[in-house]
């Protein structure tokens, strides 16, 4: 499956969600995949969590805790969750608040193999 | 309950669980629940992750995502479940990476509210 189709998979798997998107720490997309319209500006939002995930990296590397894997963000209004592909990218997954986080925490894990590969 | 007794219930009651903190954002820890010796640096730990959480909540305003009410991060070796309890306060749970994440989430979850009613 190419990055497009694998994401595809996810988005329409996962209800509530907004966006799939493949990203790199300095906050340019490789890939997306929208799926409802919304009031967030879906683009800041990528820009700034991922100076945030930058922040994480360092923060794990700082107290020897392993390589980060997964990071997950709830607010009152929306959820994202967060897989690391390699050393440079990494795949997010943005939800409504009520949107289903336990399969969309399943899948991202699910596909995050078959997307390192077609990025490698 | 006490805050510590809280903590105390949580702690005996998900399986892998390193410690249970309350913490401020400028990194000061309230009150923390230890079980298991290991081999990180738990308060170096926590004093780099409430800077990170610090700079979710920033991010979270920034982009008008409503209000930050969790955070996890999974790495190679520990996994991290934050609570937010008020606009100073949070309660970590930090467990090791085969630790029950899903019961810490919930655990985490339902007892925030006595937490944050103990605290206010």
Known sequence: MSLRETLNTIVSSVDGTLTAIIMAYDGIPIDEVAVKQTDFDLQLLSVEY?????????????????????????????????????????????MKNDGNFGKGRYLLKLKSYELAKELS
């Open 50 to 94: 991922a100076a945030v995930l930058k922040e994480i990296k360092r923060a794990t590397e700082v107290i020897k805790a392993g390589e980060m894997e997964e990071v997950s963000i709830s607010t009152t209004q929306i959820r994202i969750i967060v897989r690391v592909l390699n050393d440079d990218l990494f795949v997010a997954l943005i």
